[in-house]
């Protein structure tokens, strides 16, 4: 029987355009296997929710990275930062999971408008907070809030994830997260 992937939610989202764009039926060349500095926090906080439910840590992943970082530029270069999964565009070629995540941009009294300052951690966590709305029990979200941002940085059987962000031209931020392999499938729960 062939497994479907449960939807995931969309929370926040932003991109940023490069000067040789991949096409999306390519797959990046991997970064470096090590959590980045910008990025920095992202992978402990992921591994803080494991820990709370015993399941294993998980790796960080150039590859995954890469492809994060593909997508949330495709996003701020063609879907003017609209947050979409990859999924829902047909563009999913490695069958991976994915959290987004939109930041709004810092909007001052006298008109400027400033990228806010987001720190990876706090992203992660706003994942991990919907745990509350999670029923392990049921294996469902409270009813009208969201839940598998943090279904999908808690599935057991997901080994390594990566993570990107870019920022859009109305200086918001987009936020991707891939997950391999990946989580949020139908009728299964996530630990």
Do not use: F
């Not at 990025?39 to 590859?63: C, D, E, K």
């Not at 270069?77 to 810092?106: F, I, K």
């Not at 991990?128 to 059987?157: F, I, K, L, P, V």
């Amino acid at each position: 029987m062939r497994r479907l992937p449960l939807l995931g939610s969309v929370l926040l989202c932003s991109a940023c355009v490069v000067s040789a764009p991949l096409s999306l039926g390519d797959v990046p060349p991997p970064l470096a296997d090590t959590e980045p500095a910008a990025m920095q926090g992202m992978l402990a906080t992921h591994n803080q929710v494991r820990a709370a439910v015993g399941v294993p840590p998980l790796r960080w992943s150039g590859t995954m990275a890469a492809y994060a970082q593909q997508w949330a530029e495709h996003l701020a270069a063609n879907n003017r930062c609209t947050m979409q999964h990859r999924s829902h565009a047909h563009a999913n070629r490695l069958d991976v999971g994915e959290n987004l995540y939109w930041g709004s941009p810092l909007r001052w009294s006298d008109g400027r408008i400033e990228v806010q300052r987001i720190a990876p951690a706090k992203v992660a966590q706003d994942w991990a907070d919907e745990r509350s709305d999670y029923d392990y029990a049921r294996n469902t979200c409270r009813a009208g809030a969201q839940c598998g941002h943090y279904t999908q940085m808690a599935w057991r059987s997901t080994t390594e994830v990566g993570c990107a962000m870019t920022v859009c031209p109305d200086q918001g931020q987009l936020w991707v997260c891939n997950y391999n392999p990946p989580g949020n499938w139908v009728g299964e729960k996530p630990y």
